[in-house]
């Protein structure tokens, strides 16, 4: 029962980079029992342990419960998702052995399609989503630095009028120091993050990896994000949902104020990993075909990120 | 019991791709019931089958048995295994609930480390390997091309002198159209076919992405790549397993025959995808190292390798 949440509750972050890394310290410090899923840091972090700095505090956590695969951890109360979406087609095999009947899971990923995957394969009523409003970055194996805010718009995949579960698990974090906002539709909170991330993760790329500040002197280039976040702006209002102009504004305005900040999508193209395409831009262009919703700017955006990552 | 491999033979093939489709094609072919496991090709394959063309006969399974995930599949008593190495992370969570107490696998691999992964996860005594001596291609989901050759060198991981079962396996495959020839030590052939790997997918990379006709003229390559050979067989004599200066002669003249061949990983390497350094070069390394050989090439070619893919 999620109402039983306590220190005595067995947590499973699986994906221990940045984000993952992150909240699961802060659980594990708070005396919750978290064991990291984790593969390429894993020689690292099983000796050395974790060592976060922070705009909250650091902390070192100089012993952490890790494993490199799941089988090898077995079922536990929650889970917690932060791996990168592109991983998501191993969903079956690397969550199944953590689950319990009453397990919970939160993903907190980028993009859409996520919960709707999870909710498939294991039972809708037991997945949350989470949408992270942090930044924070992976400096080498083990060291975390949480740089800016820290917030978690929590909610439910789910979510019923008098359902208190999301509450509670939002409790739960919030009193291990992990700052949440519970929010009524999952769904709309979703919708609402992609209005930031789809033009500005994506032309990020597109114009050769730049952070927000070269992106937003680039000639025409404003006009073109809100181009982009009005179509976001009108397939959240055909799914019946208020994305309003001045949360537009306020985005580009926030934006502004941020500097150099270099999108997690822009970071992936540059490094030669995998980038989000399917979560980030694919996913939500499949929803507005769904809708009936034309989005000429978000194909031609999706045609040039994939032109780009094509001739990396 | 492996010795009672007949058509009720359950088979999953885990990675389909160009070398796993073929085969488990070849096996669904004859009878066998064998179910793919794949993932990005998964819609496609599901719904129009594969399609083989094969200088052994072409033909095409309209329907195939596929999943896109393990735990879908269940037990099998054989598991094949040819995904690239870089998914061998999931080696437990995915081979797991493939496994009954009798279940054999059987790694189509490249590279060296993976016999060893398995058999450590899984029990030494049902690991096989097979060295794949092929030409095959995947040309689009479900269409893949057989070109040249296509024997397999099979051995057991653990091998007794009076173990009849690898010579069983064999007998299964072959007579179902998978030409394979027994080994006595699957490590020595997995170094034999290093020689050859090690050098040419190397070289083939450090050489801006190159086939082997183009990497064999150029100036000074053909006595780096048999300085590297040395080094290899160099590696394979301290182990206590010869291979003989002609066997090298004969590498390099068989490869001048070959003309324009494109090794595996230059394909993966040009096409942007994860290039197999651990199983190809760093694990013979490490190997190396471990067995006090001095291996300056093939440190010099694993520099040059990293170097190119981090720039890539």
Redesign the interface.
């Known amino acids: 029962m999620i109402e039983e949440f306590t220190e005595k509750t067995k947590v499973a972050v699986v994906g221990t980079g940045a984000v993952g890394g992150y909240y699961g310290a802060r659980l594990a410090q708070s005396g919750v029992d978290v064991t990291f899923l984790m593969?390429?840091d894993y020689d690292y972090v099983s000796r050395h342990g974790l060592k976060i700095t922070s705009i909250h505090g650091d902390f070192e956590l100089p012993e952490v419960k890790c494993e490199?695969?799941?089988?090898?951890i077995g079922a536990v109360d929650l889970v917690l998702i932060a791996w990168k979406t592109t991983s998501n087609?191993?969903?079956?095999?690397?969550i199944?052995?953590l689950l319990h009947e009453d397990t919970k899971i939160l993903t907190l990923q980028n993009g859409l399609g996520n919960t709707d995957q999870l909710a498939q394969l294991f039972g809708a009523d037991r997945v949350y989503g989470g949408l992270c409003f942090v930044g924070i970055n992976r400096l080498s194996p083990g060291r975390i630095d949480h740089s800016t805010s820290g917030l978690i718009r929590l909610g439910k995949y789910v979510s019923e009028p008098d359902d208190v579960t999301v509450q509670v698990l939002g409790d739960f974090l919030a009193q291990r120091g992990i700052l949440c906002e519970v929010v009524e539709s999952l769904e709309h909170a979703q919708w609402m993050k992609l209005v930031w991330n789809i033009p500005f993760n994506g032309f990020a790329i597109t114009e050769g990896g730049v952070d927000t500040a070269v992106l937003l002197t680039r000639d025409g280039m404003e006009d073109r994000i809100r181009r982009v976040m009005h179509e976001v702006q009108t397939i959240t209002a055909a799914l019946g949902y208020e994305i309003s102009d001045s949360f537009i504004d306020h985005q580009i305005s926030v934006t502004w104020g941020m500097h150099a900040y270099r999108p997690s999508s822009m970071i992936d193209y540059v490094e030669?990993r995998a980038v989000e395409v399917e979560a980030i831009w694919s996913e939500p262009l499949q929803r507005a075909k769904a809708l009936g919703v034309p989005v000429p700017e978000m194909e031609t955006l999706l045609r040039e990120i994939r032109l780009r990552?094509?001739q990396?």
């Open positions: 593969r390429s490199n695969n799941a089988v090898n087609m191993y969903f079956q095999e690397v199944s052995p030669g990552i094509n990396r």
